[in-house]
């Protein structure tokens, strides 16, 4: 597996605190990725980055806010956390292009279990 | 946009029956599709991938998936399921081809549970 770390691994904070999640890389892949799991949505996207400083929207991005400085870091912050909030997280990392072909296996962390009360 | 759509929520079957769990995705460019299994207390992992060519992909633990084009689908079948099987699986896509843009979303997993 690819050496993916996140940090913390659990969290308890109170509503209406920042927080900030990180996920470090050793593999030098491309692309990583937040993904928040919740009983009955199964995996959502909250924000992806395709390279240094480049990043994107998923498809739950709102409250959240990402930042990726340098290719083994992808941060990702809740400037405010809200109960709804409270969820796994988990980073991914892809490596993009290998042999010319798009390589699109993911490799996961082994998640961050945030609660916000 | 993009989606991924998993209609069975719960699966219950009991060992040696089969198993087809469906997906359907919305995106009708070129696409990467991929199954995921999600072991009890453990991250996801990789079942199988489809780029291109068969569309009749195999994979590990007996699993196999077809894509249908016209279909917009990748169901993933099993002749018959094992106790061990039990586990959270998962559908996504990529947007592939030079239009790539790194995006890969998930459907929203399928719980199967076998009987021993």
């Known amino acids: 597996d690819a050496g993916i770390t996140q940090s913390p691994r659990h969290k308890v904070t109170e509503t209406g605190t920042p927080v900030t999640l990180r996920c470090h890389q050793t593999?030098?892949?491309?692309?990583m990725y937040w993904y928040r799991q919740d009983p009955g949505h199964g995996l959502r996207l909250i924000h992806y980055s395709y390279g240094v400083k480049d990043t994107d929207k998923g498809e739950v991005s709102d409250g959240y806010s990402v930042s990726r400085s340098k290719t083994e870091d992808f941060l990702l912050t809740l400037e405010s956390a809200t109960s709804s909030q409270t969820s796994v997280y988990f980073c991914a990392t892809r490596a993009g292009l290998a042999g010319g072909r798009i390589t699109g296996e993911l490799f996961f962390g082994e998640g961050s279990r945030l609660t916000v009360l | 946009a993009q989606s991924v759509s998993q209609h069975n929520h719960h699966v219950i079957l009991s060992e040696a029956a089969s198993l087809e769990l469906g997906c359907n995705y919305s995106y009708g460019g070129t696409v990467n599709l991929f199954w995921y299994v999600q072991y009890p207390g453990q991250h996801l992992q990789l079942l199988l991938k489809y780029f291109s060519g068969d569309p009749l992909v195999k994979g590990i633990k007996g699993f196999e998936a077809e894509f249908i084009k016209s279909k917009f689908s990748f169901n993933l079948r099993k002749p018959s399921v094992q106790w061990s099987d039990t586990a959270e699986y998962f559908c996504a896509v990529i947007q592939g081809g030079s239009s790539n843009t790194g995006k890969l979303i998930f459907g929203q997993g399928t719980t199967l549970q076998v009987k021993p």
């Open positions: 593999e030098n892949h491309r692309y």
